[in-house]
């Protein structure tokens, strides 16, 4: 299968590439610089060289491959607040490819995350459709594609994705805040859970939704289905040799920045579904083990 790639030299990108072409597919990688376009080369697959303003260009990507995989996001949006734009750009370019694949059959894997099904007051399932919204908006458009034809399906990821792959994820910043403030904090009582993903399982994970998920559904990421918040707390304290404590309500935004307002938050979920259509098993260690294996600390 040909299969065009967004986000190709990211973090997910490069345990999903790698993970495509050592199962047969030709990979196509969208790369908007010179040293993304290097990484990518490097992986054995093709550059595509864009950007996510170009609508035209990945449309015809799209149209010239046999299956999208859609990783791509503004993070740095994101990381300033700008949230709105960061999901509007999202959705442009989804319903680019809705529109180039619409009546092909072909597969579209978007990306979301666990924290759509956040504050259910239950674990959340597959089968949970998130609250509209944020980047749910973009993943139901994504669900919303089956209904045209598009056999499309969203991976939803954990807040915390973790290997030594990772370079700028959420568990990278909760230890350098941690650092930068003396203290590994948690906000309340930490009793709150959160999911938790290695890259590798993740990338495996998309490999079979691009190749075996029915249309209009989701899946979970997740290898750990939901760590107390104060538990990864304290496993970075350990290893920072740092005190361990609760950040009050009232200082939680100052302590923890733009990560404030999902540190509180309550995700656990389950990946029945997952493990039993898709046939996943995650194999590699869990967020607690990782961070045992030193290369966070370092």
Request: proline letters at 5%; hydrophobic letters at 45%; zero cysteines.
């Amino acid at each position: 299968m040909r299969v065009f790639v967004t986000g190709a030299s990211g973090h997910l990108g490069s345990a999903i590439v790698p993970e495509l072409i050592a199962a047969g597919h030709d990979v196509v990688g969208l790369a908007r610089s010179d040293a993304a376009a290097a990484t990518i080369t490097a992986f054995g697959a093709t550059v595509h060289r864009g950007d996510l303003s170009d609508l035209d260009g990945l449309a015809k990507a799209a149209a010239d491959s046999d299956g999208t995989i859609h990783l791509a996001f503004d993070h740095d949006r994101m990381r300033t607040g700008d949230w709105a734009a960061a999901i509007a750009a999202d959705l442009a370019v989804l319903h680019a490819f809705g529109d180039a694949l619409a009546g092909t059959g072909k597969p579209l894997v978007g990306t979301s995350g666990t924290l759509a099904v956040a504050n259910l007051g239950r674990p959340g399932t597959e089968e949970d459709a998130g609250n509209p919204g944020g980047r749910t908006d973009a993943e139901n458009a994504v669900i919303g594609f089956a209904e045209r034809g598009v056999r499309s399906s969203v991976v939803r990821v954990p807040p915390i994705t973790h290997s030594t792959l990772d370079r700028h994820g959420f568990a990278r910043t909760l230890i350098a805040i941690a650092q930068q403030a003396g203290v590994a904090g948690y906000p309340g009582d930490g009793t709150n859970r959160w999911p938790a993903g290695h890259t590798l399982d993740v990338g495996h994970l998309y490999r079979l939704a691009l190749e075996d998920a029915p249309a209009g559904t989701r899946w979970h990421a997740a290898g750990d289905e939901g760590i107390p918040v104060r538990d990864i707390a304290q496993s970075i304290g350990d290893h920072l040799g740092l005190p361990v404590a609760s950040i009050p309500a009232d200082r939680v935004e100052a302590h923890f920045g733009f990560l404030a307002t999902v540190l509180v938050l309550d995700n656990p979920v389950t990946t029945r579904a997952t493990r039993r259509i898709l046939g996943w098993e995650p194999v590699h260690p869990g967020l607690l083990a990782d961070f045992g294996t030193g290369d966070y600390f370092s």
